[in-house]
Structure formats: structure tokens, C-alpha cells
């Protein structure tokens, strides 16, 4: 509790700011057919809109890193608060298809200002002991905010359907007040000036990528590139999905979409050590990757309320435990590139939020049943990859 209430309560108010930047990142997602409806939209691009701020939010977070170590932290936090309100407030007074890519790529920026720079505040103000309760507060609240943020969206657009967003908006602006007159900034003029003169030379991103491909934790990338891939597939056309074929409202998206996402946390928080002690991590890779992928496409043949919540929760549960179990992988592959992987599962990720939400898009302009058709047979071929991965990596430990 005195890490929380430390320094004028500053992670209680880093984890508001970041739970509110994620909160507003998933308020979109039920609502986004009755939008598609009313602007004419087709599904190709609600992909590009979704896959928008994922690219603003790419581009944008080595530069933001960068800045905040030049300016300080709470100077980027600010911004990218600033920045993100104006954009939920762009979204809810949109009536043109330009505005709203506008505010999506604006709430990417703005995302991108914030996420690193919280991060990076969390481990200035934390002590090595301290460090990992730390980050696990902020990475509670990124979780929380993912899960809330659809919920919340379903449930206040029964008030209007652009009401979710200037909710969000006037809860950002709040924060961004509170951060001003409450968060003290984390870094001295001192500490600034050697931080800008040790990161001078930073390898960009493009060449980390390349690089990435000759590693032999190359594999476990590609798995959080097809995992990503998959699941915004998935949750991009869930929406239109439902809409078209059941009828669904904002509310019933919202509602299927919050208790898949709350149980697959639940049974992240709770089982998941036991799982991968007791299975290990390359049967678990694979178990998870064939069980979405069966479900997923599962859910083009179920034709009923609860039929969606069962196959949903199913693909939330393999999801929530594939990806931690990459990333435990991936750490014990790294050995002492822990910082540079770390980096790369964070690219891999946010390309595969780019490219799902695109071909998604585009797929269900041809028939509704394609994106999770081509979902299902990504993630069937990438189980196949980690079976061979492990069957080779066991020939070389015997």
C-alpha cells in the first residue's frame, strides 16, 4: 500500500491514466457496427480504422520513449492525455468516414505518449525489489482497461451511441488536470541531459526487425505475430459478425465480450503457473493455438445467445493463457537480450493488431464467414510450426 500512496498517491494516478487510455481503446469495438450502419461503412474499412491507431501507436512509441527521457515523464503523460481526450471527443462528433480515422490515429498518438512514459515513470520512482509490484500495478490496470472498456462502452451507448466517447473524453481531460496539479515529475534537469547523451545511437526499429529473423527465438515471435493476428481477426468483425447474422445490440456485444475477456483473466490469474509447471510451455503453445483455432471457427457454425458465450469464453481462455506462455518462452530464450525480445514481442504484437483488423475487414466484405475462416487456418498452421519447433528442440537437448 505506501508504494501506491507514495509520492502524492503517483501510481494511483498512473494507473487511472492508464487504465483509461486502454479503457478507451475497447469502448469502440461493440459499437462499431451501429457507426459502420449510420456512415455506410464497409468492413474493409472498419479493419483500416481499427488497424489505424494500432500504426499511429507503432510508429509513434520509440519516439515518445525517447521524448519523455528528454522533457521528463510527466510532460509526455500530459500530452498523450491531452491528445487522447481531444481524439474520443473527435470520434463521438464524427459524421465522415476522414474524421474518425483521424481521431483513431490521434488516440494511437496519444496512447503512445502515454504507455512508455508511465512505464518508464514506474521504474524511476521504484526500487529493483519494489520494481516488479510496480509494473505489475500498471500492467492490472492495462488488463482492467481492456476488459472494462467494451463493457462500459455496450452499456453507456444505451444512453446514445456517441455518449460512450465524450464520457471518455471528459474522463481523460480529468486525468490530465489531476496529473498537472498531482504528479511530480520523476526525473532531475540532470538526469534528463545523461539520458539524452547515453541514447543517441538507438537502433531503429526496422533493423531490430530484421535482426529479429536470425535469432532462434525467431519462431516464438512469429507465434506472438499469429496470436495477435488472430485475435484481433476475431474481436475487429465480432461485432459485425453478431450484428449481421443474430441481431445483436451494443449491449449484448458488450456483454459477451466482458465475460469472455473477465473469465480469461480469472483462469490467468489463478491456474496458469500450475498449467504451464505441470504441461510445460511448448504443449501448452500448441494445445492453445489448435483449441482457438478449432473455436474460433466454431463460431461460424453456433446460432445461438449462449452458444456465442461459450465458443467466445473457450477462445479467451486458449488466448489468455497462449500469451503469457510465449512471452515465458521467449524469456528463457533470450538469455541476456532480455530488453531487446521484450521489445520485439511488443513489435511482433502490434503488427499483428495492424495486419488482423486489415484482412479482416477485407474478408468480411466477401463473405462474413472468411475472416474467421482465415483466422482459424493461421493459427491450425502455426500450431503445426510449434510442434515441429518442439519436437526439434527436444533432438538437440537429448
Given at each position: 500500500m505506501s508504494l501506491l500512496l507514495r509520492n502524492r498517491g503517483a501510481m494511483l494516478l498512473l494507473m487511472l491514466n492508464i487504465f483509461l487510455a486502454f479503457t478507451g481503446i475497447g469502448l469502440v469495438v461493440?459499437?462499431?457496427p451501429t457507426y459502420m450502419n449510420e456512415l455506410h461503412m464497409s468492413g474493409q474499412v472498419v479493419g483500416l480504422l481499427v488497424a489505424a491507431f494500432s500504426l499511429a501507436q507503432l510508429v509513434i512509441s520509440p519516439f515518445a520513449g525517447r521524448?519523455?527521457?528528454?522533457?521528463?515523464?510527466?510532460?509526455?503523460?500530459?500530452?498523450g492525455l491531452i491528445i487522447f481526450s481531444f481524439s474520443e471527443l473527435l470520434f463521438g462528433l464524427a459524421n465522415e468516414?476522414?474524421?474518425?480515422?483521424?481521431?483513431?490515429?490521434?488516440?494511437?498518438?496519444?496512447?503512445?505518449?502515454?504507455?512508455?512514459?508511465?512505464?518508464a515513470y514506474t521504474a524511476d520512482t521504484t526500487s529493483v525489489e519494489e520494481?516488479?509490484?510496480?509494473?505489475?500495478?500498471?500492467?492490472?490496470?492495462?488488463?482492467?482497461g481492456f476488459i472494462i472498456g467494451p463493457g462500459l462502452g455496450g452499456y453507456i451507448a444505451e444512453f446514445g451511441i456517441r455518449i460512450p466517447f465524450f464520457f471518455a473524453a471528459g474522463a481523460?481531460?480529468?486525468?490530465?488536470?489531476?496529473?498537472?496539479?498531482?504528479?511530480?515529475?520523476?526525473l532531475t534537469v540532470e538526469q534528463r541531459k545523461e539520458m539524452q547523451a547515453s541514447t543517441g545511437n538507438k537502433e531503429s526499429l526496422v533493423m531490430q526487425l530484421v535482426r529479429s529473423y536470425r535469432e532462434p527465438y525467431f519462431l516464438g515471435l512469429v507465434i506472438v505475430f499469429v496470436l495477435s493476428f488472430g485475435l484481433a481477426n476475431y474481436?475487429?468483425?465480432?461485432?459485425?459478425?453478431?450484428?449481421?447474422?443474430?441481431?445483436?445490440?451494443?449491449?449484448?456485444?458488450?456483454?459477451?465480450?466482458?465475460?469472455?475477456s473477465i473469465a480469461g483473466a480469472v483462469v490467468q490469474v489463478t491456474f496458469f503457473g500450475w498449467i504451464l509447471n505441470r504441461f510445460g510451455e511448448n504443449k501448452v503453445i500448441s494445445s492453445c493455438l489448435l483449441i482457438a483455432g478449432l473455436f474460433i471457427l466454431l463460431t461460424l457454425f453456433v446460432n445461438s445467445f449462449w452458444a456465442i458465450i461459450v465458443v467466445t469464453f473457450i477462445v479467451f481462455f486458449?488466448?489468455?493463457?497462449?500469451?503469457?506462455?510465449?512471452?515465458?518462452?521467449?524469456?528463457?530464450?533470450?538469455?541476456?537480450?532480455?530488453?531487446?525480445v521484450a521489445g520485439m514481442n511488443s513489435a511482433y504484437t502490434s503488427l499483428g493488431n495492424i495486419a488482423g483488423p486489415v484482412i479482416a475487414g477485407y474478408l468480411f466484405d466477401l463473405n462474413i464467414n472468411y475472416p474467421y475462416m482465415a483466422a482459424?487456418?493461421?493459427?491450425?498452421?502455426?500450431?503445426?510450426?510449434?510442434?515441429?519447433s518442439g519436437r526439434k528442440r527436444l533432438r538437440q537437448q537429448g
Open positions: 461493440p459499437i462499431m521524448l519523455s527521457d528528454a522533457i521528463g515523464r510527466k510532460k509526455v503523460i500530459v500530452a468516414t476522414w474524421i474518425l480515422f483521424a481521431s483513431r490515429m490521434l488516440g494511437g498518438i496519444g496512447a503512445a505518449l502515454i504507455m512508455p512514459a508511465v512505464m520494481r516488479a509490484k510496480g509494473m505489475g500495478y500498471i500492467n492490472a490496470a492495462i488488463t482492467t481523460a481531460a480529468v486525468a490530465a488536470l489531476l496529473t498537472i496539479a498531482i504528479l511530480p515529475e520523476s474481436e475487429t468483425v465480432f461485432g459485425l459478425f453478431v450484428d449481421h447474422k443474430f441481431g445483436f445490440t451494443p449491449k449484448d456485444i458488450a456483454f459477451v465480450i466482458t465475460f469472455g486458449a488466448t489468455d493463457i497462449l500469451r503469457p506462455a510465449v512471452s515465458t518462452q521467449l524469456s528463457k530464450l533470450a538469455g541476456e537480450k532480455q530488453g531487446f482459424a487456418l493461421v493459427l491450425g498452421l502455426c500450431c503445426v510450426l510449434s510442434l515441429g
